[in-house]
Every structure is written in structure tokens, then in C-alpha cells.
């Protein structure tokens, strides 16, 4: 198993730049706020996170790489064996 360390951001620390605030600013106030709105949503995303965690699925994302690291063959989960990662 990988250790790796985990660091949670919480909403409290997450303030918007002055370029996105400027932005929302001048969707809100044009002449169709809908559409430059749509506009901002599709620069920015659409979803704003109450907390941000960082390195929880490192170990997760090897396994992907693991699975996907030969495309032509289908790996099954009880194909992997014990600790498939040590190949890696």
C-alpha cells in the first residue's frame, strides 16, 4: 500500500480570484445575464466546493493507470492478485 499524505481545504479558504469576480460581476449586469452566465459556468465549472481534498486518491488513480497500462486486455479485479501495485 502507498502512504501518502492528505490535505483538506476547507470553504472558508477558498476565495474567488478578481478576474472571476469581475466576470460574474459583468455576466450579472449585461443585457443577457443567462448567457454570459452559461459562459462563465463553462470557463470556470459549474460547481463551487464546500471543501477541497487533496491526496486522498493517489492510491486510486495507480490502480487506473495500473488497469489501463495495457488497453488491449481486460484486467478483472480478482485477476489482480494480492498487491497489484508492485509491478508499478
Known amino acids: 500500500m502507498i502512504k501518502c499524505e492528505q490535505y483538506v481545504i476547507s470553504l472558508n479558504s ?3 480570484s478578481e478576474e472571476f469576480k469581475q466576470a460574474a460581476e459583468k455576466a ?3 443585457m443577457t445575464p443567462f448567457t ?3 459562459n462563465l459556468f ?3 465549472g459549474q460547481f463551487f466546493p464546500t471543501r477541497i481534498v487533496l491526496g486522498k486518491l493517489y492510491r486510486h ?3 487506473i493507470a495500473y488497469l489501463a497500462k495495457d488497453s488491449e486486455t481486460l484486467v478483472k479485479k480478482k485477476d489482480l492478485g494480492a498487491n497489484p501495485l508492485e509491478s508499478l
Open 61 to 63: 488513480t495507480l490502480l
Open 28 to 30: 450579472i449586469e449585461s
Open 14 to 16: 477558498i476565495k474567488p
Open 36 to 38: 454570459d452566465l452559461q
Open 42 to 44: 463553462d470557463e470556470y
